[in-house]
């Protein structure tokens, strides 16, 4: 091999990416995509700053180990539901793949989301698409500067801004940005505010759909999840081809011509830059640009609408559509057995909770005619925002008691750790066996919690 032959290989194997110049586009996707994308950004930046009975609605307490999501207080001990709730959105993300494909990525990923945003601030200082491409090619001169310079700082205001939010779930907003102003943060408030900033920086100011063709592993799997029956942006070859240009009063059929006059605007509106109308391809992100700008030529063509449309494959060879299939049945049954489980658990979800921790010190006493005594430390963790006066009882011997003070009162989302002894007579404690602490609000009937434990006699083997 040449010298010549295997430098265009090297060249043509680490070429790097040419830089997409996405051309906006007008429609019900294009509407519907924005009203989606503006309905997710200010969830995401006004979320920390809803306040709720007095506290921030949505706080990740880490170094307190609560989660504060609205009313609701969330304990390690909660740690289920949070896993519970990540299988959940798993599985939704299969069934509506399996459904509508590569919806999410087109109208509610975050990786789409801000490169919309961060296009959006492009597209109003340099232009539409061809003077965006004219400006780059340009010389560097006091217009080309400035557009730059403003839009790289509107870019690093905005991306420092995500990384504020993002850091404002975790730390409460109002004194994280009153400690941030003052300089007075702590540096890892500063590290995870940069860390994040930058990242929404790079990734969607730069790297783009490449994040989307390189790095995203959705795009990989995807097609495990696809079958015929599956909805993509499908261009209709059998109405489209042969492309070719023409007036708009000449008649395809005439001039032997499809319905696809090779406008490529299809393309020219793609964020990842793929031609749609060489087939489905992993890079396809669903988010139905090529179709607004198709439907757009065939109006002014006066042509039928459709020539790329979410359809299917069955559907675009005249074999039908089937919503209700096997694989959609059973992501059904999964789904909606795991929401029912989330939905039950919730609803008789008790806010305390009693451990109870056996002396292993002293596996009992004997402490004459009153009886066998054992010792135990509980920890009552009341979950509510509200305080609570609880009675604790004992049951499961014939005879037991509770020696301490039985009568609790618990601060709102706090720790009681209650060291008590128990007492049983001697027949009762012969062997031992398993007891039941049970703890109750004096105030709400409805919380009521029972914890077992091992109550030692003289006779137990150990």
């Known amino acids: 091999m040449s ?34 994308m503006s309905m997710l950004l200010g969830m995401f930046y006004g979320g920390p700053w809803l306040v709720w009975g007095g506290r921030q609605a949505v706080l990740f307490d880490l170094p307190a180990r609560k989660f504060y999501v609205f009313g609701l207080t969330m304990w390690p001990q909660d740690f289920i539901y949070l896993a519970l709730l990540l299988i959940i959105l798993a599985v939704s993300l299969f069934f509506f793949t399996a459904i509508a494909g590569r919806v999410w990525c087109g109208f509610a990923c975050p990786q789409t989301v801000w490169t919309e945003a961060f296009t959006w601030i492009e597209r109003s200082l340099e232009g539409d698409r061809s003077k965006r491409m004219k400006l780059d090619k340009g010389p560097w001169n006091f217009n080309k500067v400035w557009r730059k310079s403003t839009k790289q700082f509107l870019w690093l205001a905005l991306s420092l801004f995500t990384g504020f939010t993002f850091v404002g779930y975790f730390v409460e907003v109002r004194s994280l940005f009153a400690s941030l102003a003052g300089f007075t943060a702590g540096p890892w408030e500063w590290f995870w505010v940069l860390f994040y900033g930058f990242a929404t920086y790079g990734n969607a100011g730069f790297m783009r759909e490449q994040v989307c063709k390189y790095m ?96 299917t494959e069955n559907a675009v060879l005249d074999r039908g559509y089937r919503l209700v299939r ?16 989330m939905v ?71 720790v009681f750790i209650l060291p008590t002894s128990v007492i049983a007579p001697h027949e009762s404690a012969v062997g031992g066996r398993t007891v039941e602490f049970v703890l109750e ?22």
């Not at 096997?326 to 489980?341: D, F, H, K, Q």
């Not at 609000?441 to 150990?462: C, Q």
Request: glycine fraction near 6%; aromatic fraction near 8%.
């Open 3 to 36: 010298k010549e032959s295997a430098g265009y290989e090297y060249g043509q194997l680490y070429r790097s990416e040419e830089k997409i110049y996405p051309r906006e586009v007008k429609g019900r996707f294009a509407s519907f995509r924005k009203i989606s």
């Open 216 to 311: 995203c592993p959705y795009a990989r799997f995807q097609s495990a999840m696809f079958d015929r029956d599956t909805l993509v942006i499908a261009y209709d070859e059998q109405r489209g081809e042969p492309r070719g240009a023409r007036r708009r009063s000449a008649d395809p059929k005439e001039a032997g011509l499809g319905a696809c006059i090779d406008c490529t605007l299809c393309v020219q509106v793609c964020p990842t830059g793929i031609d749609i109308r060489k087939g489905l391809q992993y890079e396809c992100i669903a988010c139905a640009a090529c179709i607004d700008a198709c439907d757009n030529v065939m109006d002014k063509m006066e042509y039928p609408r459709g020539l790329i449309r979410y359809s």
């Open 326 to 341: 096997p694989r959609t049945i059973v992501y059904s049954v999964i789904l909606g057995s795991l929401v029912a489980a």
């Open 344 to 414: 039950w658990s919730m609803a008789t979800r008790q806010p305390v909770i009693l451990d109870v921790l056996r002396d292993r010190n002293a596996l009992y006493r004997d402490v004459g005619r009153a009886g066998i005594q054992n010792t135990y430390t509980l920890k009552i963790v009341n979950k509510h925002n509200v305080d609570h006066e609880y009675q604790l009882s004992i049951r499961g011997l014939d005879g037991i008691k509770i020696q301490t003070e039985t009568r609790i009162s618990v601060a709102a989302e706090s």
């Open 441 to 462: 609000a004096v105030d709400d009937n409805t919380i009521h919690v029972v914890e077992e434990s091992r109550f030692r006699g003289p006779t137990d083997e150990y």
